[in-house]
């Protein structure tokens, strides 16, 4: 059921409003220009899409929108994978907490959305959740429906892979999100970074068939005994600047625990899948 709003000429939306940044809020203030803010949409919660949203709704008093809450996971201990090799000492670090990719752990909607559900309608627009588990579990694609457009969030990035990150992040979902965004017949995407997709069919196709490569990739490392996950991303990745392979990395253990459960690949202690353990394929 549509959530009710009196329409206004200048009404607007607002999704992912972004980090909490001086510089950002105040280049979000200048593209609403007095618009009239009657909805806040949360795609997922990593630090660049949701922190902002609680200055905005204080701003605004708009309704937040967004499936959940980022899930909270009880007992799990985070490996470091650090690799000192990889360090660049000219590289600019973050300033700030701010600036870092973390999640935001104190969002939480006033409404939350289901797959499918029209959950915002003026006489102006409408917009409809596309539920993409994957990238997070409780990561949101917003269909805007008059348009035929879709805001893909982090679910696909017009400039580069989203990065799949256990353990709220899962292939197996993500493979399933793809496939259902494909299936749609949108005639544009806008995703939260990079410029809009104008011919989402063949982008879409490429995007999915570059997961699947990469899936193909894995089994031939470990079939040749390059078998743990950095020594994985040292050579599908080596012409990739060392500082995205920490996040790469990740991605490699998203698709290696997908491989587990389908029976592909085991471990080679017999345990569960780790971000620093080794693999076997399955005889």
Known sequence: ???P???RIDDAPVIDPGPILDSHRDALVRALDGRNVVGIVVTHCHSD????????HKETGATRFAIGPHRVYEGFVEEDDHDPS???PDEKKPESDEEKETIDMAFTPDYAVVDGERFFATDQFSLTAVATPGHTSNHLCVS????????????????????????DGDMRQ???SMQKVIARTDSILWPTHGGPVTEPAPFLAAYYEHRLERERQIIEQIAIGNNTIPGIVKVLYASVNKQLHRPARRSVWSHLRKLVEDGVVQTADGGLPRLLGEYVLTN
């Open 144 to 167: 805007m429906d008059a348009e035929n457009a879709l805001f893909t969030g982090d679910h696909v990035m017009g400039w580069s892979t989203t990065v799949v990150s256990p353990p």
């Open 86 to 88: 990889e360090d660049d």
């Open 49 to 56: 899409h949701s922190p902002l949203t609680e200055w905005l």
């Open 5 to 7: 709003f009196v329409p």
């Open 1 to 3: 059921m549509a959530i």
């Open 174 to 176: 993500y493979f399933e």
